[in-house]
Nanobody, 119 residues
Framework: QVQLVESGGGLVQAGGSLRLSCAAS????????MGWFRQAPGKEREFVAT????????YYADSVKGRFTISRDNAKNTVYLEMNSLKPEDTAVYYC????????????WGQGTQVTVSS
C-alpha cells in the first residue's frame, strides 16, 4: 500500500499560479504511475494529468494542456502539479492518485487539497 498527502492548494487570482505536491509513503514510489484528478462542486471527479513511473510518459486533459505541468521526483517520493494561467473553472478539490504499475487495478487516493481561483 501507499499513503498520499497533498499540499499546496489555496486561493489565487485568475492568471496566477500554484504548485501542488503529493508526498507518498509506504511501498516503493517508483512502482506507481501517478495522477492528478479534480472535483468541482456538483461535478464528477475528472482526470487532470498522469505520469508514468519513470516520467517517460505524460498525459494531460485537454482543458489543462499547455497550462499545467506534472512531474515527479522518485528520490523524494513526490509528484507535483505546476499550475499556471489559472482560470476560475480550475476551482476544485485536487486529488493525487497512485496506480500500482499503471494497471488500473490497485489505486490509492490522497485526501485532496482545495484550489480556488477568483475572477
Amino acid at each position: 500500500q501507499v499513503q498520499l498527502v497533498e499540499s499546496g492548494g489555496g486561493l489565487v487570482q485568475a492568471g496566477g499560479s500554484l504548485r501542488l505536491s503529493c508526498a507518498a509513503s509506504g511501498r516503493t514510489f517508483s512502482d506507481y504511475y501517478m495522477g492528478w484528478f479534480r472535483q468541482a462542486p456538483g461535478k464528477e471527479r475528472e482526470f487532470v494529468a498522469t505520469i508514468s513511473s519513470t516520467g517517460g510518459r505524460i498525459y494531460y486533459a485537454d482543458s489543462v494542456k499547455g497550462r499545467f505541468t506534472i512531474s515527479r521526483d522518485n528520490a523524494k517520493n513526490t509528484v507535483y502539479l505546476e499550475m499556471n494561467s489559472l482560470k476560475p473553472e480550475d476551482t476544485a478539490v485536487y486529488y493525487c492518485k497512485a496506480d500500482l504499475y499503471g494497471l488500473g487495478k490497485y489505486n490509492y487516493w490522497g485526501q485532496g487539497t482545495q484550489v480556488t481561483v477568483s475572477s
